[in-house]
């Protein structure tokens, strides 16, 4: 059936619609924690484990053969500018901080651990209302599960626990960065800007910077205290 929409006062039609019959993919087994979707592919993560679907192919596979019961997310990693024909990835969260590293088959192809690399301080959040303190020490190693992934950038991917906020790059098994953020209910990314809703319904905005760039804005709106404590405390990083 087609469906116009007629929303001038001339009675042309502003937009045209067209709907196909509706048809079940799968059907799963659990309540779905996310979806992701690209080259039309769909990617599905639920209570207990992740699914591949080709849409166009109708074909489905399960990622993995170990379950898992909780809230675990999962996304797809596009292959950057410059890798050529390289296929997209994806990569899966699992219990105790560890990652799946996922071909465009589905096929697993490694496992990453992020549970002793998340044993350093947080990173303070520079803020204008709040003074910068940081302490180097080393914490007990975190075995977390986040409950979704966010592609962030061609390198990197974003979660969040009722913690913080923490950014991998999962390729090189590193973890960028770690922030106490708490209460976060879910994220949106757009570009380097996080916009983080918290459970009492309240939304914080994040610009993700450079060291040096956030030095340089602080120095252009002239915090000049503030812009030599950020050089001091990443000076190893300059």
């Not at 592919?41 to 019961?69: A, Q, V």
């Not at 190693?141 to 962030?152: D, E, I, R």
Request: charged fraction near 20%.
């Amino acid at each position: 059936s087609t469906i116009k929409v007629n929303s001038s006062r001339h009675g042309k039609a502003a937009a045209a619609f067209v709907m196909f019959p509706v048809q079940i993919i799968t059907t799963i087994d659990s309540r779905v924690v996310q979806l992701d979707y690209l080259d039309g592919r769909l990617l599905i993560s639920s209570l207990t484990r992740s699914y591949l679907c080709d849409t166009e192919r109708e074909k489905f596979w399960k990622i993995g053969n170990k379950e898992r019961d909780g809230e675990f997310g999962a996304c797809f990693f596009p292959a950057g500018k410059n890798s050529g024909n390289q296929q997209p990835l994806i990569y899966c969260t699992r219990p105790g901080s560890r990652m799946w590293e996922v071909n465009f088959e589905g096929e697993v192809l490694s496992t990453h651990q992020f549970k002793q690399l998340l044993s350093s301080s947080p990173l303070p959040i520079i803020s204008l209302q709040s003074d910068l303190q940081y302490n180097i020490t080393t914490c007990s190693p975190q075995s977390l599960a986040f409950p979704k992934l966010l592609f962030l950038s061609e390198h990197y991917v974003m979660s969040w626990t009722e913690r913080g906020i923490y950014i991998f790059l999962p390729q090189s098994v590193q973890v960028l960065l770690w922030s106490e953020v708490t209460n976060i209910q879910d994220i949106s990314v757009y570009k380097n800007e996080v916009f983080c809703l918290h459970l009492d319904g309240k939304v914080s905005h994040f610009s993700l910077l450079p060291v040096e760039r956030c030095i340089d804005r602080l120095l252009k709106r002239s915090f000049w205290s503030l812009a030599a404590r950020v050089f001091c405390l990443f000076q190893n990083t300059l």
